[in-house]
T-cell receptor
Framework: SQQGEEDPQALSIQEGENATMNCSYK?????LQWYRQNSGRGLVHLIL?????REKHSGRLRVTLDTSKKSSSLLITASRAADTASYFC??????????????FGKGTKLSVIP | KAGVTQTPRYLIKTRGQQVTLSCSPI?????VSWYQQTPGQGLQFLFE???????NKGNFPGRFSGRQFSNSRSEMNVSTLELGDSALYLC?????????????FGPGTRLLVL
């Protein structure tokens, strides 16, 4: 079942502009992660933010988390053509026996036009 | 450290056949999770193995099975293939599968069922 839902589903911007993607989720979480996937390839981990954190930075990435609204946003500043990819948020879900699984949203497809 | 590897990368099978996919986790990682990605359903959790034991299973039929070996390498098997099994199969590894850990994904195996 889908826990996170990204918005928008698709985003097209010019190189150099900022890109903002949003994620909403339904149940309480321990952490929220953002992943990037280039066309049909594996997922690359971008950033993990814990439930007691409100904002985190990594290079040109800025992630915010609002647990009261059950939402997160990913901001990519000064975008480059190489940022063209699909971006997914993933939340942890306890499955029992010490096991956690990641539950993914359907992703935002970002196109950066040179 | 070498990343997560998956073999084969591409596979074409016909309905009714069975298939085995392989995943080698990052050295030292003991948790391996499998995901199915399709355009319609997105990324869905299949199962997770830790120390040769299946700790958790998603909502997939019994045709989908897996195992993990003592060196943490994992295989998944799909029997009696159906057209709807065509997908990108991703495996991910982490040290222990805990909620505070990042999962590292392999490049995936793209399965086409004809």
């Amino acid at each position: 079942s889908q826990q996170g839902e990204e918005d928008p589903q698709a985003l097209s911007i010019q190189e150099g502009e900022n890109a903002t993607m949003n994620c909403s989720y339904k149940t309480s979480i321990n952490n929220l992660q953002w992943y990037r996937q280039n066309s049909g390839r594996g997922l690359v981990h971008l950033i993990l933010i814990r439930s007691n954190e409100r904002e985190k930075h990594s290079g040109r990435l800025r992630v915010t988390l609002d647990t009261s609204k059950k939402s997160s946003s990913l901001l990519i500043t000064a975008s480059r053509a190489a940022d063209t990819a699909s971006y997914f948020c993933a939340t942890d879900q306890y499955s029992g026996a010490g096991s956690y699984q990641l539950t993914f949203g359907k992703g935002t497809k970002l196109s950066v036009i040179p | 450290k070498a990343g997560v590897t998956q073999t084969p990368r591409y596979l074409i099978k016909t309905r009714g056949q069975q298939v085995t996919l392989s995943c080698s986790p990052i050295s030292g990682h003991r948790s391996v999770s499998w995901y199915q990605q399709t355009p319609g359903q997105g990324l869905q959790f299949l199962f997770e193995y830790f120390s040769e034991t299946q700790r958790n299973k998603g909502n997939f039929p019994g045709r989908f099975s897996g195992r993990q070996f003592s060196n943490s390498r994992s295989e998944m098997n799909v029997s009696t293939l159906e057209l709807g099994d065509s997908a990108l199969y991703l495996c991910a590894s982490s040290l222990a599968g805990s909620w505070w850990e990042t999962q590292y994904f392999g490049p995936g195996t793209r399965l086409l069922v004809l």
